[in-house]
């Protein structure tokens, strides 16, 4: 498994691909890899058999507690530390001051986002598509937490010229944050343009005073052998985006 380098001592971050070593096979050519959401019609037992790997691989640095939601590309942003919430939690972001406890965001063209103070005593995952973004989960998250973040990890999402969006997507970001004029270039169709996530992210990440922004280098659309996307395959699996203090 690879982590993130270049974070606070004890703090482990890392991104799930579609090739995993403990996979199991799938009678959906669709779903082959391994994929970690239950909501995609993949077969329940075998969803759980790979986010128990995941568990056990997480255990060699002592994490005990992995905590999943059910996003729904909204704002909500939880704090999960020892309380295990019998529901499973709606939302897009959490938030933890716990050692050993792994939260967990799934993906497949969004953007994922990891937070974290530079004490390495608390850490924040959450998920931005570009309705996330608009409507602050990114801001929301922040102020969940209890300390100020100082670096975010941006990991695989699709990339600006894969990206097409409507011409109103552009305008609520730009009616809100005028500077993002920038992330935006015209497709050649009337109305269409390319909208880079990476770039929207960094800047409303800067202007929540966080310094360091690691990551965003990667195109879940356009790597094919590595990650699952929605925009190129509409039935497909998801990868998770992990963090953990040790």
Request: with cysteine.
């Amino acid at each position: 498994m690879q982590f993130v380098q270049g974070l606070p001592s004890g703090v482990y971050v890392g991104q799930t691909r579609v090739h995993h070593a403990k996979a199991q096979s799938s009678a959906q050519p669709e779903l082959v890899g391994f994929n970690l959401a239950l909501h995609v019609g993949d077969d329940v037992k075998r969803v759980q058999q790979h986010r128990m790997a995941l568990l056990q691989e997480f255990a060699d640095f002592g994490v005990n507690k992995m905590t999943w939601m059910t996003q729904t590309h909204s704002t909500i942003c939880h704090t999960i530390n020892e309380e295990i919430p019998f529901a499973a939690l709606e939302g897009d972001g959490l938030v933890t001051q716990r050692k050993v406890h792994a939260l967990m965001m799934m993906t497949a063209d969004c953007l994922p986002v990891v937070l974290g103070n530079a004490d390495g005593t608390e850490v924040a995952n959450l998920h931005a598509g570009w309705r996330g973004l608009a409507q602050g989960i990114v801001e929301n998250t922040i102020a969940t937490m209890q300390s100020q973040p100082t670096w975010a990890w941006l990991g695989a999402a699709i990339s600006q010229p894969n990206f097409e969006i409507g011409a109103e997507v552009k305008l609520v970001f730009c009616a809100k944050y005028p500077e993002l004029e920038t992330a935006f270039q015209g497709s050649e169709k009337v109305g269409k343009f390319y909208a880079d996530l990476y770039a929207i992210a960094r800047y409303i990440l800067k202007q929540q005073g966080v310094e360091t922004v690691l990551g965003g280098d990667q195109c879940s659309y356009r790597q094919t052998d590595e990650y699952f996307s929605y925009r190129r395959e509409a039935k497909t699996g998801r990868m998770a985006t992990f963090v953990f203090m040790a």
